[in-house]
Nanobody, 122 residues
């Protein structure tokens, strides 16, 4: 069984910073892309940032220059450093991983964490 466990969410004032972590565990053969998505109340889930196994990154325009995604392949962990936070960043943040459980291509799948709440408010 594969699990993605997020941590690091919380309440922060506008302009503040938070760092989210997401660790993958279980029987994992390889991890391809990892990423962060978010869902605000009444809105659809949206991409925040992704990172490939080789370290290539992609960001939503709304977070470029403020958020940084990184990963530690040895620890099977992805991070999201969030700076200059704004009230509109308030959402539940979900970790995502495209991974394979064994060498067979059929074992490849998309996995999600349970989500962590980020609230930006004074």
């Amino acid at each position: 069984q594969v699990q993605l466990v997020e941590s690091g969410g919380g309440l922060v004032q506008p302009g503040g910073s938070l760092r989210l972590s997401c660790a993958a565990s279980g029987i994992i053969f390889s991890i391809n892309a990892m990423g962060w998505y978010r869902q605000a109340p009444g809105k659809q889930r949206e991409l925040v940032a992704t990172i490939t196994s080789g370290g290539s990154t992609n960001y939503a325009d709304s977070v470029k220059g403020r958020f940084t995604i990184s990963r530690d392949n040895a620890k099977k962990t992805v991070y999201l450093q969030m700076n200059s936070l704004k009230p509109e960043d308030t959402a539940v943040y979900y970790c995502n991983a495209d991974l394979s459980r064994n060498w067979k291509s059929t074992s490849r799948g998309d996995y999600w964490g349970q989500g962590t709440q980020v609230t930006v408010s004074s």
